[in-house]
């Protein structure tokens, strides 16, 4: 199976800092990696596909690059409604496969 | 509107069975692979299951393998996950998710919550 390991596994930022979220898979998975952002109990919600790619209705604050086997997630200017954690997960092959998460505290 | 609503869940003994549902609406189901993404209690996502449109073809992690089984009924827009031999480790909240290449998992149910416990 394909270990993703994301870093750090939390962090505390103020509104409008820039902050990045880094994913790393074990082995290569080309671009086929998502990003999920997830809130107290509630389901995950999409907000990037094939690395870089962002979901309709995502903020264009959000943006996502990398390929092969590292990967970034980052938000150009933190909003109170992004506190959140934040998953990457790899679709390159079966079993599917997430990181362990990053919680972004305000 | 794309909706995926979850029901079968509940405190079930070790050892015991459980089946979840997953009834979809707004979208062509057969078109689409489907998942079921669990969560334990203060934990990360783990992609338990996975089966193709037709449901032809199904994958699964290594810690539900040969306990578990995912199935559709396509006539019905309604995704399964059959329980069996349940450990105390299976406690969680369990979700389906439709699967849109190349996208992933582009839509999600709400969750349904599975306690193991005698």
């Known amino acids: 199976d394909i270990q993703m390991t994301q870093s750090p596994s939390s962090l505390s930022a103020s509104v409008g800092d820039r902050v990045t979220i880094t994913c790393r898979a074990s082995?290569?998975?080309?671009?086929?990696l998502a990003w999920f952002q997830q809130k107290p109990g509630k389901a995950p919600k999409s907000l990037i596909y094939?690395?870089?790619n962002l979901q309709t209705g995502v903020p264009s604050r959000f943006s996502g690059s990398g390929s092969g086997t590292d990967f970034t997630l980052t938000i150009s200017s933190l909003q109170p409604e992004d506190s959140a954690t934040y998953y990457c997960?790899?679709?390159?092959?079966?079993?599917?496969?997430f990181g362990g998460g990053t919680k972004v505290e305000i | 509107e794309v909706q995926l609503l979850e029901s079968g869940g509940g405190l079930v003994q070790p050892g015991g069975s459980l089946r979840l549902s997953c009834a979809a609406s707004?979208?062509?189901?057969?078109?689409?692979?489907m998942s079921w993404v669990r969560q334990a209690p203060g934990k990360g996502l783990e992609c338990v299951s996975l089966?193709?449109?037709?449901?032809?073809?199904?994958y699964y992690a290594d810690s539900v393998k040969g306990r578990f089984t995912i199935s559709r009924d396509n006539s019905k827009n309604t995704l399964y996950l059959q329980m069996n031999s349940l450990r105390a480790e299976d406690t969680a909240v369990y979700y389906c998710?439709?699967?849109?290449?190349?996208?992933?998992?582009?839509?999600w149910g709400q969750g349904t919550l599975i306690t193991v416990s005698s």
């Open positions: 707004g979208f062509t189901f057969s078109n689409y692979a």
């Open positions: 082995q290569g998975i080309s671009h086929y």
């Open positions: 089966i193709d449109g037709p449901g032809d073809n199904t």
């Open positions: 998710a439709k699967d849109r290449p190349p996208v992933a998992f582009d839509y």
């Open positions: 094939l690395a870089s």
């Open positions: 997960q790899q679709y390159h092959s079966h079993p599917r496969t």
